[in-house]
């Protein structure tokens, strides 16, 4: 099992940390031992997945344990849809292991660089009304315990323990396997449009009820919005992408390249932004595409950012859309990146900011290099009157007294929490803020 110390950090560069000794197992028996060896020596032991998230959840001074050496599929089944994947399985490799029985992943997110067990970790979600999230999608999990232990569990078997561990922050246990249920293979058409921002708004809800996977961007500021809308079609349909040259133009130059400059010069010259913002919402939207299931959710997303994500109850949306709208025009916030727009079916997760409520989510951006604390905190506290749930895995300054108000199962939680790891040999401060 090869471990090394470094300086380690997250993927938008807000969070650094260095901890003791980073351990990289390769085999269920690797990660049990080092599970051992952190509680031996005395000191914590974190999870790494896809190092995606932009809070501080991976972050430890002891050891952290990184599951990339530990992936793959373990085992599918065609008919039920039941698939077993390692917990270091990256979402945009699923695809392909799961191509030869006929299956993919009923949902993804625009981004597919996290790891199976950081996806359900953190409350990972997708869009589409009649979607849950990756954790409400989780049948059953293969847990080392903070004693070492191996334990599989699932809605029949230890089944508190489960409820806890599928959407667990990385506190209940390192999870070694995850059983999704997944779905026959299909294809997505996606088409982008260009709409006046007003009526966008307005028939969100309709919408994203009627279409299977639908979203819209708003660039603060301006009065129009990116609508993205996706509709599932058979295996059998043909496969339309734009020209290569066009699809190039698109993505990298515009998407990523283009992007990345007037990002860098808005943050360098504030004024900047508005006109930024401007340009952006006119040219964001893509051409027409009909392509297997994964490779349309996902985007290449290339230029980093900070982000905070809001889910609020969906039928709430509009007012609170209204209400951030409102703060952000009267106190003429400079920013650039888009607010984004989803929507997601109730769970039953305890954790999850879907438990038992549709929702919808508004994410909030800023550019890596720009500080993100004011903007952000802005949209927290304009949203925290609509009941918002903060997205685990994103930037947000709540603790425990807030968290228990917002999710009903949170001393639940906390009860299982305390009886599988007495010792906190898996808390971290920042931990120990958000949980007590």
Known sequence: MPASTMTLRTWSRAVRWTPQQVLRPTSQDAVAAAVQAARARGCTLRMIGG????????????????????????????????????????????????????LALSVMGDIDRQSIAGAIQTGTHGTGAAFTGFAGMVRGLRLVLADGSVVDTSPSQE????EAARLG???????????????????LELIESTEPLEPTVGSFLAESSRADHHEFFWFPRTDRATVRTMRRLPLTTARHRPARALEVLQQEVLGNGAWELLCRSAALVPPLSRPVAEIASHVFAGPRVVGDSAAVFAAPRRVRFHESEWALPADRFEDAFAA???????????????????RAAADDVWLSTAHERDTVYIAAHRHFTEEPGPYLLMVQRTLASFG???????????????????????????????????????????????LG
Do not use: N
């Not at 952290?64 to 530990?70: C, I, M």
């Not at 089944?159 to 489960?162: G, I, K, N, Q, S």
């Open 159 to 162: 089944p508190d323990l489960f």
């Open 324 to 342: 951030l709208r409102h703060r952000i025009e009267a106190e003429d916030v400079r920013v650039t990146f888009p607010l984004e727009i989803r």
């Open 51 to 102: 190092g995606h998230s932009f809070s501080a959840l991976a972050a430890t001074e002891g050891i952290t344990l990184s599951l990339d050496g530990y992936q793959g599929l373990v085992t599918a089944d065609p008919v039920t849809g039941l698939v077993t994947l390692r917990g270091g399985t990256r979402l945009w490799a699923v695809a392909e292991l799961l191509a030869p029985y006929g």
């Open 388 to 434: 918002a749930r903060p997205h685990w895995g994103k930037m947000h300054w709540l603790g425990l007294r807030e968290l228990t108000a917002l999710y009903p199962r949170l001393e639940d939680f906390r009860t299982v929490r305390r009886a599988v790891d007495p010792d906190g040999l898996l808390m971290s401060p920042y931990l120990r803020h958000l």
């Open 169 to 187: 922050l990385g506190s209940i246990g390192v999870v070694l396997e995850v059983t999704l249920q997944c779905v026959p293979a299909y294809r």
